[in-house]
C-alpha cells in the first residue's frame, strides 16, 4: 500500500493507483466517452430490441479489481465501498444506455467527501479516479491534490492564473480540493479565495466531460461552506461520508500495515499495541489510520536503534519483530502527559 499522505499541489499518476491492469476496449482510446462513442470500434446506436450483457461489460472493464483491491487494502469503510459499487453500477448502466441511444449527456460525478483526518479519504479518491477512467468516464485517470494555498494567490491578479494552472494540471483526471471551506472566508468578501471558487464552479459546470473534481473536509465546515456557497453545494452529485474507525479497525489497519512492510508484533507487542491505540484515540490531534501508520514508523525507529545497539549479532527473527519495549517508550504511555506521536 502506498501511503498518499499530503503532498501539497502533488500528483498522482494513475499508474501509482492502477492494478496493472490493460485498458478495456472503449478506454485505450483514451477519448471515448459514454456519449461521444470511440470511431475506432465503429459502435453504432443498438436497435431498441437488442440486449447487452452487464455482467460481461463489467468484467471487462476491470473495475472488478478496483473492488478486490479496496477490500483487501481498505479495513472497513462498509459504507463507502458500497457507494463506490452504486456509483459503478450506476456508470455501468448509464453507458448501456448510451448505447442503446438513451443517455444524452453524462452523469455529474463531482463528489463531496466528508470524515475526521486519516479516515481514508485522499486514498479512495485515487481508487475512485481509477475507477472512473477504468469505466470511461475520465481520460487520465490521475488525482491532483491541492489545497487553498495551490488555487489561491496572495496578491490581486495571482490567484486566477494559480487556479487555472492547477485545473490544467488536472484534466482529465480528478482534481482533490483537501479543506475546500477555506477557500471561502465568511469574514471578509474580498478575499481571493472567492475568485477561484467562481472558476472551479465554471468549469465544474462546462468541462465536467473532463474534469471530476473532489472536495474533503470536516462535515461540519463542508456544511457550513456549502450553506454559504450554494453554487458549489447543487454542482455536487455524490456525498459520502468517512466514519471514525473503531478499535478494532485501528487494530486491523496496524496490522495490515505492519504486513505490508515486512514487520510482525511480537505476542506481548500485539496487546501493547492495541493499549496504545487505546489510549492515543483519546489524545489530541488523533488522526486515525494516520496515527497508526505513525506509531508504527516511530516503532520502528526504536526498533532500529535497539538493534544497532546490541552487540551480538541479529537474524532475520530480530529483524522483522517488533516487541513491547518498541511502543512503550511512547509519550502515549506517560501518565498525563497524552500529546500524541512521540
Ligand atoms: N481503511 C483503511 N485501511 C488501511 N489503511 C488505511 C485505511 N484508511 C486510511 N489508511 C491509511 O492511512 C493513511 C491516511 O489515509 P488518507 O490520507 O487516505 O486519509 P485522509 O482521510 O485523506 O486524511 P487527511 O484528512 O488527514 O488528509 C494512509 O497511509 C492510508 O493508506
Ligand atoms: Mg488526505
Redesign the pocket.
Known amino acids: 500500500?502506498?501511503?498518499?499522505?499530503?503532498l501539497p499541489g502533488s500528483e498522482i499518476p494513475a499508474s501509482r493507483v492502477g492494478f496493472g491492469m490493460s485498458r478495456p476496449g472503449r478506454n485505450s482510446a483514451g477519448s471515448a466517452t459514454p456519449e461521444e462513442p470511440d470511431n475506432d470500434n465503429e459502435e453504432e446506436t443498438l436497435p431498441p430490441d437488442a440486449q447487452v450483457d452487464l455482467s460481461k461489460d463489467r468484467a471487462e472493464t476491470g473495475i472488478d479489481d478496483v473492488f478486490k483491491a479496496l477490500d483487501e487494502?481498505?479495513?472497513?469503510?462498509a459504507p463507502v465501498k458500497k457507494r463506490i459499487r452504486e456509483i459503478a453500477a450506476l456508470l455501468l448502466v448509464d453507458r448501456a444506455r448510451a448505447r442503446f441511444g438513451l443517455s444524452t449527456s453524462r452523469p455529474n460525478l463531482h463528489m463531496n467527501?466528508t470524515?475526521?483526518?486519516?479516515?481514508?479519504?485522499?486514498?479512495?479518491?485515487?481508487r475512485m479516479s481509477d475507477m472512473l477512467h477504468r469505466l470511461g468516464y475520465l481520460r487520465r485517470g490521475h488525482l491532483v491534490s491541492v489545497t487553498r494555498d495551490d488555487l489561491v494567490g496572495q496578491y490581486v491578479g495571482h490567484t486566477a492564473p494559480k487556479t487555472k494552472e492547477v485545473l490544467k494540471r488536472a484534466m482529465g483526471g480528478v482534481l482533490f480540493i483537501?479543506?475546500a471551506y477555506y477557500l471561502y472566508r465568511e469574514d471578509n468578501e474580498r478575499d481571493y479565495g472567492q475568485e477561484s471558487i467562481e472558476i472551479l464552479l465554471q468549469v465544474m459546470e462546462n468541462q465536467r466531460e473532463d474534469l471530476v473534481v473532489i472536495l474533503?473536509?470536516y462535515k461540519d465546515k463542508m456544511d457550513s461552506f456549502f450553506a454559504a456557497n450554494p453554487g458549489m453545494s447543487s454542482r455536487i452529485a455524490h456525498h459520502i461520508d468517512?466514519p471514525d474507525?473503531t478499535l478494532d479497525?485501528l487494530n486491523?489497519?496496524g496490522k495490515?500495515?505492519m504486513r505490508d512492510e515486512g514487520y510482525r508484533f511480537s505476542e506481548e507487542a500485539e496487546k501493547t499495541f492495541r493499549d496504545y491505540l487505546k489510549r492515543r484515540k483519546d489524545q489530541p490531534r488523533f488522526?486515525?489510520?494516520?496515527s497508526?501508520?505513525n506509531a508504527i514508523e516511530r516503532a520502528r525507529l526504536r526498533h532500529a536503534s535497539r538493534l544497532m545497539e546490541t552487540d551480538e549479532s541479529v537474524g532475520k527473527d530480530q529483524l522483522v519483530t517488533l516487541t513491547p519495549e518498541d511502543f512503550l517508550s511512547s509519550r502515549v504511555f506517560a501518565e498525563g502527559d497524552g500529546d500524541g506521536e512521540k
Open positions: 500500500m502506498t501511503p498518499p499522505d499530503r487494502d481498505l479495513v472497513g469503510l467527501f470524515g475526521s483526518p486519516g479516515t481514508g479519504k485522499t486514498t479512495v479518491a485515487m483537501d479543506e474533503a473536509g468517512f474507525y479497525e486491523d489497519i495490515l500495515m488522526a486515525n489510520a494516520r497508526v501508520r
